[in-house]
């Protein structure tokens, strides 16, 4: 079995994030780069069911600009087999993503597709569905635990009211929840073993799909100061200071 795993750049998530002068967007010079932790998690989850013998070659692909290249080294560390980079110099919406993972997998064809929920850049939580729309295919999103029985996958994943189970024909598209594993630690001979696996470089006007952003970003700024807080003495005094500030009717 194949299997095709996205992983993403972003910045990391320990950086402070510094808005530009001019309000254009995210200063993203010498900020530090790592693997989307969401998307970690599922780069961990696919190489523990190869260790046990239930999946036989896994797949990372990536798009982003070349330095991208660092986060699919990253999971060819942790045990996945090549990478593909669809090299992209500027931010690429999720629907565009998600075609462009669509002609990968048309060429790849993998019997499951393994994604974290959403990036922490954007946040946006919508890749996977969009793919599993576009391919048709069945979808299992925030997946805290996998298990493959066959030509079926069974996934427990996280809904408001607590867990639930479903079981999905393949393929399928699952996307991963932090709870589902923890990612375990890349070594340096890892990282230098990894340098020897193959990465596929491919241009993302080669695909043929139009990647015109459809969202215009106005003007970005940083989230307000919160004020400090104050001490009370008594139940009684932080009621009426709730009153005052007209907090509490």
């Not at 790592?34 to 036989?56: C, H, M, Q, T, Y």
């Not at 990612?183 to 020897?196: C, I, T």
């Not at 006007?205 to 940083?222: A, H, S, V, Y």
């Amino acid at each position: 079995m194949k299997v095709l795993v996205a992983v993403k750049q972003v910045i990391d998530s320990n950086v402070k994030i510094r808005v530009r002068q001019d309000k254009s967007g995210i200063d993203l010079a010498n900020a530090k780069k790592s693997i989307n932790p969401f998307d970690e998690i599922a780069v961990e989850e696919a190489v523990r069911l190869k260790e046990v013998g239930k999946i036989d070659e896994i797949v990372l692909v990536s798009i982003g600009p070349s330095q991208a290249q660092e986060a699919i080294r990253v999971g060819l560390a942790m045990g996945a087999d090549r990478g593909i980079l669809i090299q992209a110099e500027y931010p690429i919406e999720p629907l565009s993503v998600a075609k462009l993972l669509k002609a990968v997998i048309a060429d790849e064809l993998p019997q499951m597709v393994i994604l974290g929920k959403q990036a922490i850049d954007d946040d946006c939580n919508q890749t996977g569905q969009m793919l599993a729309g576009l391919l048709d295919w069945g979808q299992a999103t925030f997946a805290q635990s996998i298990n493959l029985i066959e030509d079926v996958v069974e996934v427990t994943r996280e809904v408001d009211g607590g867990l639930q189970t479903i079981r999905l024909n393949l393929p399928a598209i699952i996307t991963t929840d932090l709870r589902l594993n923890e990612p375990r630690y890349v070594s340096l001979p890892g990282l230098m073993k990894a340098k020897k696996k193959r990465i596929d470089i491919k241009a993302v006007n080669g695909f043929g799909i139009d990647i015109t952003p459809r969202l215009q970003i106005i003007e970005t700024n940083e989230p307000p100061l919160r004020k400090s807080g104050i001490k009370v003495a008594s139940a009684m005094e932080l009621v009426e200071k709730l009153r005052n500030e007209a907090f509490v009717l």
